[in-house]
């Protein structure tokens, strides 16, 4: 199983051999040493591959990723899975503003806590932060679901499309047309699904979360609302 | 009494301030609580091409012989770092315009129309179209704050991307695309409930600044194997910082978009009152890139408000590389046309003045998602007539080159034109018709 130097072989090479992988590679299981915090490590991936990063990473480790299962031994800059498809992204550390940022699909894990906007405008993506989250998260967040067990910064869901928000912990405010909702039973599934996904069933009740959502009152623009904008 | 009724009276008088068209608009606002939005660019009058000429030939520069001698219109962009720059025929590209404000027909039409012209098109937000990759041999893909339909495959598709900062038409704001456009099909494409009114996001969701910048166009490089030019779009409103930024992190192509530009949705008052007029914002942008030593190495793409081949003339003197067309091509498609003078008036509008493109009632079947209207537009008659025009501009263009002795567009320079105002001859940075005087560089 290949391992990779990046700081002997440099980042354009690895990416270009991760791109050539084919879905049938016999090459799933790759170790990149030595990160040093490179940008765009692992971005633009197409195969059912593992990665494991050896250390930090910087900005948009494992963006626009499809099908592979990234998994950083460090923390993560900006950006990290950024516009992800499908695939799995586990961040042993902490991540820094806009994890997840636009996802469609997939799952990112975060065993940290992540900076502002995590989850920005996210589109169907699952998020799973097991510390806390900070300021604007799930911004314009439109599908998908951000689980946090720790506490909210400020602003939580401002401008919120369908995208269903679980925190454990405080919220520190919510931002424009994001409400506390009732919790019922298939929300409870929902939100056991994610934590057995991400490793967690049965060490954490999802009977201890909250849920926000939207309001849905900024869905068509009204004069009365102006002030909200 | 009587000798008083006959006496002269004042004739009514419109003020200068409040004209008729200012209170009306007052009264709507009274009425409603809501500003206007509308398509379109900057309707009112600004310093534009019209107030530049040409000079031709004299005894001094020989002109080219009219169909003789060749002047060459083909274009490379793309040339500075990716592997694979674009190649086209004529430097007048099309602009990119959203599937969801544009009819699907309208987007096929676009593709058709620029593949037979040899140039390029553009997707816009809300994603790209199987429709308009099928039918445009060179599609530029942009990539927009909302990423709305944002797709590493489409990015993967795309011959260049085009990262979208800003529009001439609205400087500093976001996108809106109204409830009554989003259908099952554009709310699919962009992961929203059909009929909810869709805000794009004025900012990049993963980045601020040029430094980010630079680390997000490295990250596009390698997602796509450093094969597509990268383009940035700003609107006009600080040009030679915001070329110099683009091309500092790393822009193959910068696409600089002035006020006259036109928009699917925006605020009235954006449209009118924030940014440059294009003809304002190409000289520093050129500046930029001269005092970088980037100048024809990071091309330069200028759009808003280019109608003609003497516009795309102007600018190519003025420093660009390539135009590019958002409205002219909707005109050439149908777009505002007399035959639909009866429906434009049911919409207590006329031919010609029709801009609530939002509303998604398009008599001519361009700014409209409605099944009905879209099938007025023949996507094949309407990218034919697309194509007449592009190519209409290109003659025009080369006719004016060949005047002025040039055997390619690029060969035109500032010195081949006046201005006809002082506005002009300040912003163009060329001297007043018959004066040696050029307002700002030069005395009296
Ligand atoms: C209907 C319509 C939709 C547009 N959609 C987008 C868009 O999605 N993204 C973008 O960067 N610009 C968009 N624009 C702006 C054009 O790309 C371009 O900047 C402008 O139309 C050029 O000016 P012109 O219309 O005067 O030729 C749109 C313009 C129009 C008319």
Known sequence: MPVYDLRSAGLRDLNRQLHALRPDTNETHWTVQNPDGAHAIAAGLDAPVTVEIEGNVGYYCAGMNKLANVVIHGSAGTGVAENMMSGFVHVKGDVSQSAGATSHGGMLVVDGNAGARCGISMKGIDILVKGSIGHMSAFMAQAGTLTVLGDAGEALGDSLYEARLYVRGSVKSLGADCIEKEMRDEHREQLYAKLKAAGLAGEVDPGEFRRYGSARTLYHFHVDNAGAY | ?444
Request: aromatic share 6%.
């Open chain 2, 1 to 444: 009494m009587a000798e008083n009724a006959k006496a002269p009276r004042t004739a009514p008088r419109y003020s200068a301030t409040f004209t008729p068209e200012v209170m009306s608009e007052i009264r709507r606002a009274a009425a409603t609580g809501i500003y206007d939005i509308r398509g379109a660019g900057a309707k009112r009058k600004l310093p534009h091409f019209d107030d530049l000429l040409f000079l031709g030939a004299s005894i001094s520069r020989y002109p080219l012989e009219g169909y003789r001698e060749r002047c060459s219109t083909e274009v490379i962009l793309g040339s500075r770092f990716a592997k694979k720059p674009i190649h086209l025929k004529t430097p007048i590209t099309i602009a990119g315009m959203s599937f969801g404000s544009l009819s699907a027909n309208a987007k096929e039409a676009l593709g058709r129309g620029a593949t037979i012209a040899g140039t390029s098109t553009t997707t816009g937000d809300g994603g790209m179209t199987p429709e308009e990759r099928g039918h445009s041999k060179t599609l530029v893909y942009q990539y927009l704050p909302s990423r709305y339909g944002m797709n590493p495959d489409d990015l993967r598709r795309a011959d260049a991307i085009e990262v979208v900062i800003g529009q001439g038409a609205k400087p500093g704001g976001g996108g809106m695309l109204l409830g009554q456009k989003i259908t099952e099909r554009v709310a699919g494409m962009r992961c929203l409930p059909a009929g909810v009114d869709q805000r794009s996001a004025c900012r990049h969701p993963d980045w601020t600044g040029p430094d980010d910048l630079e680390i997000k166009i490295g990250e596009l490089r390698e997602v796509t194997e450093w094969e597509k030019p990268i383009y940035v779009k700003v609107g006009a409103s600080r040009p030679y910082y915001d070329t110099a930024l683009a091309a500092k992190a790393g822009a193959d192509v910068v696409v600089l978009d002035g006020m006259q530009g036109g928009t699917a949705a925006t605020q009235d008052v954006f449209i009118e009152h924030v940014g440059l007029p294009t003809l304002a914002a190409i000289r520093p942008a050129v500046q930029a890139l001269r005092d970088l030593g980037l100048h024809r190495k990071v091309q330069l793409i200028v759009s808003g408000g280019i109608r003609s081949g003497a516009d795309v003339a102007k600018v190519l003197a003025l420093g660009a590389d390539a135009v590019a067309i958002g409205t002219g091509a909707l005109i050439a498609l149908g777009d505002n046309d007399p035959r639909w003078e009866d429906e434009y008036q049911a919409l207590g509008t006329t031919a010609g003045a029709y801009d609530d493109w939002h509303e998604g009632k398009d008599p001519a079947g361009i700014t409209t998602q409605d099944p009905e209207l879209m099938k007025r537009l023949d996507p094949e008659l309407a990218g034919r007539r697309l194509a007449n025009y592009l190519a209409v501009m290109t003659l025009e263009a080369q006719t004016i080159a060949r005047a002025c002795g040039k055997s390619h567009l690029h060969n035109l320079e500032p010195e081949d034109l006046v201005a006809l105002t002082i506005e002009a001859a300040a912003m163009a940075q060329v001297p007043l018709a018959g004066t040696s005087w050029v307002p700002g560089q030069t005395g009296l």
